[in-house]
Structure formats: structure tokens, C-alpha cells
């Protein structure tokens, strides 16, 4: 668990207050879910691999215009393919710790000014603030295209 200092109240200086990811992240589930957040995650690869062993098996079989054949079923199948949106709920609930804990970092600098017990609190102060909460939607929406790489959709 990462700590980080906080001022208390007059006289008493600094006191240790534990960032509790799991509070953070549950803030983000919940402003996902409230925003209808879906993401698309590119699967390049998958769409690369489905296009040329498509285009190889069309050669075996057919001769040259089997390879033109084959690439471009495999190709509709890659893009076909390619368009999955998930749930971002589901997208974060997913992470691997170290993903959760960067994106934890990210949301910090954000409400690092708020004080919270739990994350009911967290939560109830973030979405009683439309421009806090819009910049927790900014830095959710960033991590999401910049990490991992994905194509973000709004259902609100």
C-alpha cells in the first residue's frame, strides 16, 4: 500500500494517509459506469494474423488469385473482428495490478486535494463536482487511448 503525507489539522503538522487503490478504482468503475464508457481495444495483430494466414491458405489452394482471395476474407475477418467494445467497468476490473496502480497514480493527481474514509465517500465527493468529475473522465479516457490503445465511446 502507497502512502503519502497529508497536513492535518492546526498544530498537529503532517500525518501518514494510506492511497487506497482499491477506493480509487471504484471510483473509476463507477464514473465509467455512469458515463456508459465502452472501449475497443485494437487487436492489430490479430486483424495481421487472420489476414495473412488467410492469404497463405488461399495460395495453397488456389494459386495467386487464392492469395488475393484469401487476403481479403481474411482481412473483413480481421475488421469484422476488430470492433469488440467492452464494457470500461469491465476493462478495469481486468487490469493487472501494476495497470491498476499507474492508473491510481494518474487519478491522484487529480484528487489528491480530497480528504475520504472510504470510497463511498470518494465517490459521493467526486460526482457532487461536474469539473472534477470531468477531469476524472479526462485522465480515465487518456489512460485508455494512450495504454491501451483504445477507442472509447460515451452511451450517457
Same mark, same amino acid.
Given at each position: 500500500?502507497?502512502?503519502?503525507? #497529508?497536513?492535518?489539522?492546526? =498544530?498537529? =503538522? ?26 475497443? %481495444? ?15 491458405? &488461399? ?6 488469385? &487464392?492469395?488475393?482471395?484469401?487476403? %481479403?476474407?481474411?482481412?473483413?475477418? &480481421? /475488421? #469484422? ?5 467492452? @464494457? ?7 487490469? @493487472?495490478?501494476? *495497470? ?5 497514480? *494518474? ?8 480528504? /475520504? ?16 468529475? *470531468?477531469? %476524472? ?18 452511451? *450517457?
Amino acid at each position: 500500500m502507497v502512502s503519502t503525507m #497529508i497536513q492535518t489539522a492546526p =498544530g498537529f =503538522g503532517l500525518a501518514e494517509m494510506p492511497i487506497r487503490v482499491d477506493d480509487v478504482m471504484q471510483l473509476l468503475v463507477r464514473i465509467a459506469s455512469v458515463k456508459g464508457m465502452k472501449a475497443a %481495444v485494437a487487436h492489430s495483430g490479430r486483424g495481421a494474423l487472420l489476414t495473412g494466414a488467410s492469404a497463405f491458405v &488461399g495460395g495453397l489452394l488456389a494459386g495467386p488469385p &487464392g492469395i488475393a482471395a484469401g487476403g %481479403v476474407v481474411g482481412g473483413l475477418l &480481421g /475488421w #469484422i473482428t476488430s470492433g469488440d467494445f467492452k @464494457p470500461v467497468p469491465q476493462i478495469l476490473m481486468e487490469l @493487472p495490478a501494476s *495497470e491498476r496502480q499507474k492508473l491510481c497514480d *494518474e487519478a491522484m493527481a487529480v484528487i489528491k486535494n480530497l480528504r /475520504w474514509t472510504d470510497a463511498a465517500q470518494l465517490i459521493a465527493l467526486v460526482m457532487a463536482n461536474p469539473a472534477l468529475k *470531468e477531469m %476524472v473522465v479526462g485522465v480515465l479516457t487518456n489512460y485508455l487511448s494512450r495504454e491501451l490503445k483504445a477507442q472509447v465511446k460515451y452511451g *450517457e
